[in-house]
């Protein structure tokens, strides 16, 4: 226990009637994510584990709460679903974990944005407002499971990024409300690019308590199942896709022979030894994409409207984070890394890093904009041997100018996908004045176990520096 049984006592008699327990079997439940995707990880997590748990039902119970762990100095980690695979839900120093999905509800806003209490499931919010004609503009691929603080928190891009880029892209929030961690907290309305201060920063330097994002047309997308004899097909076919800007796409997903045949209820729509792209098109759009996959020598495997695949579940379960799940499914070694191919020569930086690594394994990649142009991120899947292999991979590809963030850390420090500058530190400084938010997680504490465990020599992502960046 790394909290003090006094100290414990005390905040379950402030708590009341909050639900909170400290037995020890949903304790373990609810210290944990996903990160057992990676193989670093599950070493490094192991025993990682809270002293209670508490599950606020309201922003007013949650405030109570906050207050209480604050005045007895109890680290803090806010819990949405569970859905992140990086340890952003892991409690690295024991004290409190905060399940917020009690926290629920869509708040009123005008047309073109929706915005809804931190513990909303993103799926719910999609069901709401697709009635009147919109959707959201982009989520996971644990859209039916992960809510909207979650997301926010530790999120990065996903489905629709291959049209509207990524969170942090400017528009992509339109406003969070964060309640500080003070024994009064307070709430803080951060709009414009204050959002991205903090905007994947696992809960540490904020609580995410409300979050208002910008919505799109609902159209009736197309899920599609495409076959192509060559890698170089199926990547040449999904970069002009995606350079099409008149056409409307929500997911493209590049999985190389023998990826498919991982996929036991996409493999029948692909023939033995064809890589495959997955996609989601807009219903209007189909007679370009049918010629767009035609002079790239594709077929359509299979075509169905959203969600009424033959496979049970929604298309883009099978892209993204999504996709190495079903992977280990069928190989528990395989692992991959959260690389970045260049926008000036992409086409051919994806076909040269097939090319000249093809020895490790086949290559994944996602279909995503960001900073105003169109990259991919992914890379070749392999059978994990050691954090020494890791290293060596990682290196190898950021000499062959691939940019790499790190998704084998719980650190901000180690992974490099979120800028931590004067900006990040200073909110941190006012919304957690002890230094109770995620510890352990953030660049402002000292390099601990966890970072040098779990480092890599990855550079991380370099973003476009905005006016606001600059004064910071």
């Avoid at 922003?59 to 340890?87: M, N």
């Amino acid at each position: 226990m790394s909290v003090s049984t006094e100290a414990l006592e005390d905040l379950v008699d402030e708590l009341g009637n909050i639900p909170h327990s400290s037995e020890a079997r949903l304790l373990r439940a609810k210290s944990r994510d996903r990160f057992a995707q990676s193989p670093v990880l599950r070493e490094v997590m192991r025993g990682r584990v809270a002293d209670i748990y508490i599950a606020p039902r309201s922003k007013e119970e949650l405030r109570v709460t906050v207050g209480a762990c604050v005045r007895h100095r109890i680290p803090i980690t806010v819990r949405g679903a569970g859905t992140g695979q990086f340890g952003q839900g892991v409690p690295l120093s024991g004290g409190a974990v905060i399940d917020v999905t009690g926290i629920t509800g869509i708040v009123p806003t005008t047309l073109g944005t929706v915005r809804a209490l931190t513990g909303t499931l993103l799926v719910d919010i999609d069901n709401e407002i697709r009635p009147t004609g919109w959707e959201m503009r982009m989520h996971p691929s644990t859209k039916n499971q992960s809510t909207i603080g979650g997301y926010i928190a530790g999120g990065h891009a996903g489905i629709g990024s291959c049209q509207w880029g990524i969170l942090r892209d400017r528009g992509n929030i339109v406003a969070l409300e964060v309640m500080t961690a003070e024994e009064n907290p307070r709430f803080i309305e951060l709009t414009g690019e204050d959002v991205n201060i903090v905007h994947h920063a696992y809960g540490a330097n904020g609580i995410i308590t409300e979050v208002e994002l910008p919505t799109a047309p609902a159209w009736n997308w197309q899920e599609l199942v495409i076959a192509f004899p060559e890698f170089d097909q199926a990547a040449r076919f999904a970069v002009d896709l995606c350079e099409s800007e008149g056409i409307l796409k929500k997911v493209v997903s590049v999985q190389q022979d023998p990826l498919p045949t991982y996929l036991p209820d996409l493999a029948p729509y692909v023939p033995q030894g064809h890589s495959m792209v997955l996609a989601m098109v807009a219903e209007q759009c189909m007679p370009v994409v049918e010629d767009l996959i035609a002079a790239n020598n594709g077929h359509i495997g299979y075509r169905t409207d959203e969600e009424q695949g033959a496979y049970g579940i929604p298309m883009y379960e099978f892209t993204w984070g999504h996709a190495m799940m079903h992977y280990q499914r069928v190989n528990r070694k395989l692992i991959g890394l959260l690389a970045l191919f260049p926008k000036d020569d992409l086409y051919d930086s994806i076909v040269r890093i097939n090319r000249d690594f093809a020895h490790l394994g086949p290559t994944h990649i996602e279909m995503k904009r960001f900073d105003g142009g169109l990259s991919a991120q992914g890379s070749p899947v392999w059978d994990f041997e050691s954090q020494e292999q890791m290293t060596e991979i990682t290196r190898q590809l950021q000499e062959a100018g691939l940019d790499i963030a790190n998704t084998h850390t719980p650190t901000l420090l180690a992974s490099g996908m979120k800028p931590w500058a004067a900006a990040e530190a200073e909110l941190k400084r006012v919304a957690d004045p002890y230094g109770l938010l995620a510890q352990g997680k953030s660049d402002d504490e000292t390099v601990n176990e966890v970072t040098e465990a779990t480092a890599l020599p990855s550079k991380g992502w370099k973003y476009r520096l905005t006016a606001s960046d600059v004064q910071r």
